[in-house]
């Protein structure tokens, strides 16, 4: 939970009481549980899960709630999916998508994606691997449906404006980037792993202007977001190990944000993490880890994080709560 999200409800209330203001906010959604949600992240991206354990299909849900005090407070819903291809050439293949919802208000994206991403092997010595070191380009493209339910608007004056009717619904194309570095990390007979990406989610976006009878003007530009992201996972054993993350980000006329999450996976099975963000709020999470659920070769995660905004917020906000539910399948 950062301060651009609130900024981002005050934007589209303002834009929706059809006034002239114009402020700039994040826009695409936030994660808490941003780890699992690498590839929406940066095109580029590949799950730690296959540096873990092989695992090179990963497909996962989550839903999202945000200030959950507030009746039209933001609501996301994300399924997503990845294949990883390793080659015993220089470059192999990584491909994906997802599809995600969000609602802020009368205000409601639907999107869906498709990346695809070239990742070179670093390592050329004996026994070279992708998994020992790499640099991966992603693309990211797809096709992005606007709602605004205009039905429950009304203007300054409180009339009634015909043009109005049916509200507004567009269909429009939009295109990300994103360039991932990730290092294998040796140290006797456990290995970390460091990643670094640089993303641009958001390339392109429609420019949704609307003049009222009495001439005031109702506009959402569609601005490029810049994600910046960090990690690194200290092996202590066998089935445990330490993750240190950062997901950094940076919108126009809007001061940079942050979160830093550590997290603690303790056995085969469980992992606690907790977090700290930009706006000094606080996020707890708690996830469980079953490998070979009904069949062999594969891992099912279930996550759930909770961001109490504190005694200032909570009452008038209430809380952020996001469900993650992931399988992952070796296909070898």
């Keep these: 939970m950062t301060a651009l999200p609130i900024l981002r409800t005050v934007l589209i209330n303002i834009c929706l009481c059809i006034t002239t203001w114009q402020l700039c ?8 549980q941003y780890s699992e949600y690498q590839g929406v992240i940066n095109p580029a991206s590949i799950n730690y899960d296959y540096f873990q354990d092989g695992f090179e299909i990963a497909l996962g849900t989550s839903v999202r709630e945000q200030w959950n005090g507030i009746p039209t407070s933001p609501k996301t819903q994300l399924m ?10 220089k470059f192999s293949l990584l491909s994906g998508g997802y599809l995600i919802n969000d609602k802020v208000g009368h ?4 999107g869906i994606y498709g990346r695809i991403a070239s990742v070179l092997r670093l390592d050329d010595g004996w026994g070279a691997s ?23 608007l009304r203007t300054i004056d409180q009339s009634e404006d015909p043009r109005l009717a049916g509200g507004i619904n567009l269909i429009r194309p939009d295109f990300g980037l994103g360039v991932s570095f990730y290092k294998r990390i040796g140290r006797g007979r456990w290995y970390d792993y460091f990643f670094a990406g640089i993303s641009i989610p958001q390339i392109l976006g429609p420019n ?21 992201s960090l990690s690194y996972y200290y092996t202590l054993g066998e089935d445990t190990h330490i993750e240190f993350s950062s997901w950094l980000r940076w919108v126009k006329n809007v001061p940079l944000s942050f979160d830093f999450v550590f997290k603690y996976r303790f056995s085969q099975w469980m992992w606690v993490g907790a977090g700290l963000n930009s706006a000094r709020h606080f996020h707890a999470e708690f996830g469980l880890s079953f490998d070979e659920v009904m069949a062999s070769n594969n891992r099912v995660k279930l996550a759930f994080s909770y961001n109490p905004l504190g005694p200032d917020f909570t009452a008038q906000f209430g809380n952020t709560f996001e469900i993650n539910l992931s399988y992952m399948i070796d296909n070898y």
Excluded: C, M, W
Excluded at 107 to 110: F, H, K, L, R
């Design 25 to 32: 906010a994040q826009q695409l959604p936030l994660f808490t």
């Design 80 to 89: 997503r999916g990845e294949y990883f291809y390793e080659t015993r050439n």
């Design 107 to 110: 205000v409601s994206t639907t």
């Design 130 to 152: 992708v998994s020992n070191g790499g640099l991966s380009v992603g693309l990211l493209g797809g096709l992005v449906q606007y709602r605004i339910d205009t039905e429950k």
């Design 208 to 228: 949704i202007e609307f003049t009222s009878v009495d001439g005031n003007q109702f506009k959402i530009d569609r601005v490029a977001h810049y994600y910046g």
